[in-house]
């Protein structure tokens, strides 16, 4: 069975200073991997996906992700974070076939501090 | 270009009674999904639609919850009787097919007392 985890309740980290809110999966199969950002009261946004290609997959808001399939990992990156950063982020992987059902991970609360 | 929309955005009712949801994707969007957001918890999906047909409702629990989309577009989900645990936010989400990232609505607060 498909999961995806986000080992990290809260990521604390300063105005302008790199960010990673880190992802592992486990998937059969080639991997649709997704972020999504959640801000108070609002409905998850789509970030970015990984489907095929480049490892490195760039997404709104200045926000990146590396997809590295040894490590089975897909980590959000941002090379300087932002106050308005501050949200929750969730990691998805979707089934390569069938229905194509998403698995959120269970959220990260990103906090950057001024 | 008009996004996913939900109301109410907030019910709060006693358990053992009835609610409804409804929900309006984004037009054009064949796929339309409801999720289940619990405090503290990431959305777990209840009922996939493809239009007007159910791809997948395995984790909706048919004794109390129930859901469809007439005409492909608009749908609804309903919660007959409520139990305390259905406290959540429910989310809906279309797509354009089955393939392609998803947009979610703000969501609906539920508050079952």
């Known amino acids: 069975a498909q999961s995806v985890a986000q080992p990290e309740d809260q990521v604390n980290v300063a105005e302008g200073n790199p960010l990673t809110v880190k992802c592992t999966y486990s998937v059969s199969g080639n991997p649709y991997l997704f972020w999504y950002v959640q801000y108070p009261n609002r409905g998850l946004q789509f970030l970015l996906k990984y489907i095929t290609g480049d490892n490195l997959v760039k997404g709104s808001y200045g926000f990146e992700a590396e997809f590295n399939k040894s490590q089975t990992s897909f980590h959000l990156k941002k090379p300087s974070a932002l106050v308005s950063d501050s949200a929750l982020y969730f990691c998805a992987v979707r089934e390569p076939s069938g229905t194509y059902k998403y698995i959120f991970g269970t959220g990260t609360r990103l906090k950057v501090l001024a | 270009e008009a996004g996913v929309a939900q109301s109410p955005r907030y019910k709060i009712i006693e358990k053992r009674q009835s609610v409804a949801f409804w929900c309006n994707p984004i037009s054009g969007h064949a796929t339309l999904y409801w999720y289940q957001q619990i405090l503290g918890q990431g959305p777990k999906l209840l009922i996939q639609?493809?239009?007007?047909?159910?791809?997948?409702d395995s984790q909706l629990p048919k004794d109390r919850f129930s859901a469809e989309r007439l005409k492909g577009v608009d749908s609804t989900l309903k919660i007959q009787p409520a139990k305390l645990e259905d406290s959540a936010v429910y989310l809906c989400a279309s797509s354009l097919d089955m393939i392609r990232e998803q947009y979610f609505g703000p969501g609906t607060r539920l508050t079952v007392t």
């Open positions: 639609f493809q239009n007007n047909g159910v791809v997948d």
